[in-house]
């Protein structure tokens, strides 16, 4: 399986982004998708996370209200809109897939992993 993030650049403080994941190769393995980010000499945090059907979604505080995941099977994406953009969601971000089990917020429990795509939002 790959995962391919796409959608980073450069925007101002207030302003948005969508970025997309498609998956390609054994896809009928995806089941829960998820967006981390790294932010600089900082750990992978958890942003979002989106079950199978687009039905249950979760979110770090720091992002809720703000930025919305959501999934497109037929097209094999996943989303992630984000609104109201500040300094600190600067970070590259990356997707993640689980081939099973619950909606997880821990690195370690996602199988497939995207290369990053690179948010810097200035003030």
């Known amino acids: 399986v790959q995962l391919q993030a796409s959608g980073g650049g450069l925007v101002q403080a207030g302003g948005s982004l969508r970025l997309s994941c498609a998956a390609s190769g054994r896809t009928f393995d995806m089941a829960t998708m998820a967006w981390f980010r790294q932010a600089p000499e900082k750990g992978r945090d958890f942003v979002s996370v989106i079950n199978w059907s687009g039905g249950s979604t979760y979110y770090a505080d720091s992002v809720k209200g703000r930025f919305t995941i959501s999934r497109d099977n037929s097209k094999n994406t996943v989303y992630l809109q984000m609104n109201n953009l500040k300094p600190e969601d600067t970070a590259v971000y990356y997707c993640?897939?689980?081939?099973?089990?619950?909606?997880?917020?821990?690195?370690?429990?996602?199988?497939?992993w995207g290369q990053g795509t690179k948010v810097t939002v200035s003030s």
């Open positions: 993640a897939a689980r081939k099973y089990g619950i909606q997880t917020t821990r690195t370690e429990d996602y199988h497939y």
